[in-house]
DNA sequence: ATTTTTGCAAATCATTTGCATATAT
DNA sequence: ATATATGCAAATGATTTGCAAAAAT
């Protein structure tokens, strides 16, 4: 999970001007640690009276998934969140119950890929892991049917 | 990929009446081998003026995802698409040229994600490994950059 | 006969776009 | 000064819903 600091650093690094809204979008990102959609990121600056319109914030998000900052996720339910993280390339475990999302190392899963890839004949350009479940404290608050 | 003989089989068997149009949609879904999208099996539909509404398409792709006869893909540009598929849970390697889909045996995945659960602290209910690339056919076209 | 399913059109929800204005460089 | 970025409201696209009519059991 970047730092405000650190998103705003990115659209600067990549050449995009240092706004008031992407700012806000920095602060309103690196202040979360589970995932959001685009209209519930619009809603919390709406909350704190950010003045963000809409498209900003549809915008913005996308150049911070194309710089890397935030990724896409699509939720089981359909819809489309993101998650802000720090390395480029690398996969989430989601909590179903909180939206708590963590990076998760990625023991093996380039080899999985090459053998899939040998397996299948494709040339494998990119891929995606999606994993849902329930961390740690939400697992321990449903105290039934487990360990 | 199954036929449209399971399909409907699969409606049958999970208490839903068969009726013409589910007989369609078993029809356009058994004859495909890539995936599509909601409105696309619509498009196909009407070219075959086999009459079935846009509402229908959609219940019955739900249904059919619920039963398993179909898995959700994300692609990559955030569209929603299906593919036919027979075994209740794996992957699939999708073309990003041609569309077409394969399903992937499960070569790891399963010890892999239960390497991550542990990791994670986790626990794992569902996960989503979505692979795209180049398909064999398309791959020999790309007669360009590589092996 | 009764219940499920359908098609339609309207409603809803998500995302994108045009454009005049505001802002960073 | 100049180019980029913004907000708005309208446009677009995808999916869902209400409901009376049609079809399956």
Tied chains: 1, 2.
Aim: net charge negative; charged share 25%.
């Amino acid at each position: 999970v970047p730092s405000a600091e650190t998103i705003l650093a990115a659209f600067d690094g990549a050449g995009y001007r240092l706004t008031e809204p992407r700012r806000a979008m920095a602060g309103l990102i690196g202040a979360r640690a589970d995932h959001f959609t685009a209209e519930e990121l619009l809603a919390t600056s709406r909350g704190q009276r950010l003045g963000l319109g809409r498209a900003t914030v549809f915008r913005s998000l996308d150049i911070l998934a194309d710089l890397g900052v935030v990724e896409r996720l699509d939720l089981p339910t359909g819809a489309h969140a993101f998650v802000a993280c720090d390395r480029p390339h690398h996969h989430h475990v989601v909590c179903s119950s909180c939206g708590a999302a963590t990076d998760v190392p990625d023991q093996g899963l380039d080899e999985l890929v090459d053998r899939l890839a040998a397996s299948s004949g494709y040339r494998i350009d990119r891929h995606r892991l999606e994993l849902f479940g329930l961390c740690p404290t939400c697992r321990a608050g449903a105290l039934r049917d487990e360990d």
